[in-house]
């Protein structure tokens, strides 16, 4: 099913309820720059640990705006995993619920588009508290930043292999990498990340502002 034809489809179902706002047409020229930390990467098993999300709007990240919860993991996690995102257990004892952090999180977002580096993990990892507050998946449309990027690199060299490492895209873009491996770092870059492609195409810079 089409992300449009789902949200009207939803509408007709929720659309008197308590997340319509989910469900209305996305704003122009709107986004919302996702990252999650978790305890692995497996989705099935796994735990949110923290979620930070910042808005773009009118060429500037709005780092006022943004969005930022620590999560009290619902299972203990090993000293490998504290070594990749530095939360340490006693820090993520002191979070918030999970389903807390994504309920907060459904009403700051509303009809928003998302963006991420490999964005469908971390919905993956939202997906089934998504569904439990909700009532239904998650309507938003999305862009992923790899995506756009091998697009982009497709269209200028149709025969080179993409790099799509999150340093080097970065570092192509002219963008500093803030905070590797903190939601917030994470989504703040990418957000950097994603004005940074789009203004090379119009000749223009990009940044962060209130």
Do not use: K
Request: proline content about 6%.
């Amino acid at each position: 099913m089409g992300r449009r034809l789902q949200r009207w489809w939803l509408r007709r179902r929720h659309g008197h309820g308590e997340w319509a706002a989910l469900l209305h047409a996305p704003p122009a020229d709107e986004w919302v720059s996702l990252d999650l930390e978790t305890t692995g990467l497996d989705p099935a098993r796994d735990h949110i640990l923290s979620l930070a999300a910042v808005p773009i709007r009118d060429g500037q990240v709005r780092l006022s705006e943004r969005f930022e919860r620590r999560v009290r993991p619902e299972r203990e996690f090993d000293i490998e995993s504290a070594r990749h995102h530095r939360i340490t257990p006693d820090e993520a004892a002191a979070g918030v619920p999970v389903r807390q952090a994504v309920r907060e999180f459904l009403g700051w977002l509303g009809s928003r588009t998302l963006l991420g580096y490999y964005l469908q993990f971390d919905l993956s990892m939202l997906a089934p508290h998504v569904q439990a507050i909700a009532g239904f998946a998650l309507p938003n449309a999305r862009i992923d930043l790899a995506d756009a990027v091998a697009e982009h690199e497709r269209r200028a060299r149709p025969d080179a292999i993409p790099n799509l490492d999150f340093a080097h895209i970065a570092e192509q873009l002219g963008v500093p990498v803030m905070g590797r491996h903190s939601a917030l770092g994470d989504a703040t870059t990418t957000a950097l990340c994603w004005l940074a492609l789009q203004a090379r195409a119009r000749g223009r810079g990009a940044g962060v502002g209130a």
